[in-house]
């Protein structure tokens, strides 16, 4: 069963980026468009951009459009998130998951645990 594991957040400044990895296990990534989401203190999670399994990106906030950029090495069975010019409201907890397709439901027991991102000076 596939497993996802988030990895590279941390505390960055204001204007500053991260990128972070999404790393499969038990299977591979080539069969499935992988989601970017996000959950911030006392708000719902919400969607940032997928990543198809043809490298084709769906973004699901139009506000992070430009600022968020989404890759995949499917010979890493890894998926990235590269995210520039951060804001204090960027502070959350970042995730990944899978879906068949972009815009789909995401696969039950999909969604990694999570990295925390805090952009703060």
């Known amino acids: 069963q596939l497993q996802l594991v988030e990895s590279g957040g941390g505390l960055v400044q204001p204007g500053g980026s991260l990128r972070l990895s999404c790393a499969a296990s038990g299977s591979t990534l080539d069969y499935y468009a992988i989601g970017w989401f996000r959950q911030a203190p006392g708000k719902e999670r919400e969607g940032i951009l997928c990543?198809?399994?043809?490298?084709?990106?769906?973004h699901y906030a139009d506000s992070l459009k430009g600022r968020f950029i989404g890759s995949r090495d499917n010979a890493k069975n890894t998926v990235y998130l590269q995210m520039n010019s951060l804001k204090p409201e960027d502070t959350a907890v970042y995730y990944c998951a899978a879906q068949f397709y972009c815009s789909g439901p995401i696969q039950p027991g999909s969604w990694g645990p999570g990295t925390q991102v805090t952009v703060s000076s």
């Open positions: 990543i198809s399994r043809s490298v084709g990106i769906t």
